[in-house]
């Protein structure tokens, strides 16, 4: 069966720091990958979202960045952390196909002091 | 771009009850899919229903059913017989090729 894991849970991070967040999907191939942030009590921004290896899509260029090196891994990156992008990210794979729903990951509750 | 609305951002409903919650979506493309999801309060996204677009008749799961308007772009979703558990935000999803977008959300309180 398909899991996917996501970390870490909780993150606190001064402003001006980097960030990475990462995401794998086992037990698929060739999943679709999408970030997704919501800001308190909010609904769900999509962030990023990607099909393949290297061919990331970006919905929020701000100063958040994704990559995906391996067909099963999303990476979520920042160079200069934000106090606006303290917030509930999550992490989502489907099966190609606009017909396919998304198993989200547990998220990670990141604060930028 | 398409967009989701939930225009009701709390509900309210007795334990037993039956509960109708808003959505509408803006759209030019004629196949698509929609959703709806529930986050209780561990905060994990727990697929509730499935519509496709192309299907006249009603998705139904259990306690769950949805009431699809295509014309009015309408998307509601009707839980019967409300327990305790339902009670989570719910939101309401519109899928295309590639991605999903997600409207604000419906926070449901169940009333013992």
């Known amino acids: 069966s398909q899991t996917i894991h996501q970390w870490p849970a909780t993150l606190v991070q001064p402003v001006g720091s980097p960030l990475s967040l990462e995401c794998t999907v086992e037990?698929?191939?060739?999943?679709?990958l999408y970030w997704y942030r919501q800001a308190a009590g909010r609904g769900l921004q999509l962030l990023f979202y990607?099909?393949?290896?290297?061919?990331i899509s970006s919905e929020v260029p701000q100063n958040l960045s994704a990559s995906r090196p391996q067909d099963r891994q999303f990476i979520l990156s920042s160079k200069k952390l934000l106090l606006s992008d303290s917030g509930f990210y999550l992490c989502a794979w489907s099966l190609q196909g606009n017909n396919e729903k998304l198993f989200f990951g547990s998220g990670t509750q990141l604060s930028v002091l | 771009a398409q967009t989701v609305t939930q225009s009701q951002p709390e509900m309210s409903v007795q334990e037993a009850e039956t509960v109708t919650l808003s959505c509408t979506y803006d759209?030019?493309?004629?196949?698509?899919?929609l959703f709806w999801y529930k986050q209780p309060p561990s905060r994990q996204m727990i697929l509730v229903i499935r519509?496709?677009?192309?299907?006249?008749q009603n998705a139904t799961e259990n306690r769950f059913s949805v009431n699809f308007q295509k014309a009015a772009k309408s998307f509601s979703l009707k839980i019967s017989d409300s327990q305790l558990g339902d009670a989570a935000m719910y939101f309401c999803?519109?899928?295309?090729?590639?991605?999903?977008?997600f409207g604000a959300g419906t926070r449901l309180t169940v009333k013992p």
């Open positions: 037990g698929t191939s060739n999943p679709n």
């Open positions: 519509q496709e677009a192309y299907k006249q």
């Open positions: 999803a519109y899928r295309r090729v590639g991605d999903m977008r």
């Open positions: 990607s099909v393949g290896i290297g061919q």
């Open positions: 759209t030019s493309e004629s196949d698509y899919y």
